[in-house]
């Protein structure tokens, strides 16, 4: 017999937008059966679940996803589903293993996206798993690592990679333009990539070529490029970097919705972070910002040191405030531990290849009106992290991006329109099916949550990772996480394909 909970007492956002009601959820096996009027249900033999003083919403969706792999090592995945995310949109900013013939660890192999859905569905991850294709690793599997521009056996080799992962349920296909790789291609092979996407609904999802100095000429390119193909634009973590390009924002939305009202469907997600995160090589400026192997070369020569640490005078981002993750502290902590310069403080982390950093280069008032338009979503940017290790804790978005865009989004537009844009959403940009909404039908992926206190107090050194206020996650109508037995974790999550 079919399983039944009944969700009761409590209110229910249903993620179209509405603000929260009264509201009974009536749950069989994975799915919602019924939504009604509070009493509606008395089924005697259904589960029931207290939500008295609880806000019911839909399972959140990741739009912004780094977890390919991590959600294969750790698939309890603790650090997206404490904070109610039910579903991760992979393989963003171009990069995504599941495309390619890949080998993690030794222990999982697949030769495309078929064999990568397999993985995940046989190891068990506690959320969902929806795939876009990336540039970069179909580029680097084609082309190897080189700064070239692809010939047209390479062009039409990439093109295969992309047709083969859209096959196989891609939902769409994403660019990363400033890292290496991404950063060789031009326009031209962009757009015959694009191509493929013609005539299907599957989104263009890019980090641009430029967030900053070049960012209005990045967001045009974005915009030839999704014309190319679909139609559908999805600019990644949208935002004006350095505070000489902040004056930018008009323009950027200008351009954006100049696109939108020339029949272009234009989609964005961002954290709620004025911190970007990214690799530490980022810090360099032109001409070593497109060396591939600045790392081995700083090792083997110590003038070269010396020109990088007088070249890094020059560098784009704000130096001292630019935190470590791995070490938990600035750049000015560390030159100033160690007793020498800003600059070589960063070259010896560029060249001990020491990973993430945060960059201090965005603005708050910006970040509102970001947040503020009625198009954009909620996405971590981030892998899995493993919550009782602070150590492995990096930007706090990646523990309390949704917890804070619920908290920023509900006092700036309304608890509803908040939950609409982590749920409804980012399920409409990627054609998830039957996801995002509490509606009879839908898959019973949701969250409970006290929202008076759901919010993230994480910090950049790992403090405070537990996202406040969540009391129980449920995936495909099964508790995945309870707050009264917070060491359980029901590994309920599929791979998703998608197919519109
Ligand atoms: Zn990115």
Not at 323 to 329: F, G, H, L, N
């Amino acid at each position: 017999m079919t399983e039944r909970k009944v969700i009761h007492g409590g209110k229910v956002c249903d993620g179209s937008g509405a603000e929260p009601r009264e509201q009974d959820i009536l749950i069989e096996g994975a799915r919602i059966a019924e939504v009604g009027a509070p009493g509606s249900f008395d089924a005697a033999e259904a589960e029931r679940i207290d939500a008295t003083g609880l806000l019911t919403v839909p399972g959140f969706i990741d739009a912004h996803s780094h977890g390919e792999r991590a959600k294969l090592r750790y698939p309890e995945n603790r650090s997206k589903l404490l904070q109610g995310i039910t579903t991760e949109v992979d393989g963003n900013c171009g990069v995504s293993w599941s495309c390619i013939p890949y080998e993690l660890d030794g222990k999982w192999r697949w030769e495309g996206l078929a064999g990568y859905a397999e993985a995940v569905d046989r190891t068990g991850c506690s959320t969902n798993t929806v795939i876009l294709c990336g540039h970069n690793s179909i580029r680097e599997k084609v082309m190897g690592r080189r700064n070239a521009l692809a010939n047209a056996d390479e062009l039409a080799a990439m093109r295969k990679f992309l047709e083969r992962a859209l096959a196989g349920g891609a939902a769409g296909w994403t660019t990363g333009l400033t890292y290496c790789r991404g950063k060789f291609s031009d326009t031209a092979e962009l757009t015959a990539l694009g191509e493929v996407t013609r005539g299907t609904k599957r989104v263009y999802a890019t980090h641009m070529r430029s967030e900053g100095d070049d960012l209005i000429a990045a967001v045009k390119e974005a915009i030839e490029v999704a014309r190319a193909g679909s139609g559908i634009l999805e600019v990644s973590h949208i935002k004006t970097i350095f505070p000489r390009n902040f004056h930018k924002l008009d323009e950027l939305l200008d351009t954006l919705e100049a696109a939108r009202a020339s029949g272009l469907t234009i989609y964005a997600d961002r954290y709620p972070y004025v911190y970007s995160s990214t690799i530490i090589s980022q810090t360099l400026p032109e001409p070593y910002f497109h060396d591939p192997d600045i790392s081995a070369k700083l090792r083997a020569s110590a003038a070269f040191q010396d020109e990088i640490t007088e070249a890094l005078k020059h560098s784009p981002r704000d130096l001292p405030t630019t935190i470590i993750m791995k070490k938990k502290r600035t750049l000015a902590q560390i030159a100033e531990a160690e007793g020498i310069s800003i600059e070589r403080a960063c070259m010896r982390e560029i060249m001990e290849r020491s990973g993430s950093a945060a960059f201090l280069c965005m603005s708050e008032d910006n970040m509102r009106r970001i947040l503020a338009q009625p198009w954009v979503c909620c996405g971590t940017d981030s892998v899995s992290m493993q919550l009782d290790d602070p150590a492995s804790i990096g930007h706090p978005r990646s523990v309390g991006s949704f917890p804070r865009f619920f908290r920023v989004g509900s006092e700036m537009c309304g608890v509803g329109e908040a939950v609409r844009r982590m749920t409804a959403l980012p399920a409409e940009i990627f054609g998830i099916p039957d996801r995002g909404l509490i509606r009879r039908g839908c898959v019973a992926d949701l969250v409970m949550i006290e929202s008076d206190k759901f919010d993230s107090h994480a910090g950049f050194r790992g403090e405070n990772p537990f996202p406040a206020g969540i009391r129980r996650v449920i995936v495909a109508g099964r508790t995945a996480w309870d707050a009264a037995k917070p060491e359980t974790v029901g590994r309920y999550g599929r791979f998703l394909a998608i197919n519109r």
